[in-house]
């Protein structure tokens, strides 16, 4: 069974998939916007940049606020923090990987290098 927090990094991460989306959170980064905002430099409608920040609301990414008559969208943070920590882990991870591999090459690379001296002796 899927817990709560690997269903939310599922959909966060389904939403980033796509490159318009990316692009959407890119630009929220600098400045929050209302859909018709975020819809002016694409080539496409105001209802399917409206899908692209449903589907990020829903994965958590983006929160729609209310201020009298606009409707700006921010990005939520929390979830940006789940994130990193996520990808935090394995980069941790992988690089205790390299540290011991880098470990392992540096012990060969001494015991070849007492190898070599014995055979000149």
Do not use: C
């Not at 318009?20 to 929220?28: E, F, M, N, S």
């Not at 496409?44 to 920040?53: D, G, T, Y």
């Not at 882990?89 to 690379?109: G, P, T």
């Amino acid at each position: 069974m899927v817990d709560e927090v690997t269903e939310q990094l599922n959909r966060a991460f389904a939403a980033l998939a796509d490159p318009t989306r990316r692009d959407l959170v890119a630009r929220l980064a600098g400045a929050d916007a209302t859909v018709g905002e975020l819809a002016q430099p694409y080539g496409m409608s105001l209802q399917a940049v409206s899908k692209h920040v449903k589907v990020l609301e829903e994965a958590g990414l983006v929160v729609r606020s209310k201020e009298a008559q606009r409707r700006p969208v921010h990005l939520d943070a929390e979830v940006f923090d789940l994130m990193t920590k996520w990808i935090e882990r394995y980069r941790r991870e992988a690089e205790q990987r390299y540290q011991r591999l880098d470990a392992v090459l540096d012990r060969m690379a001494v015991s070849e290098g007492d190898t070599s001296e014995d055979q000149t002796s």
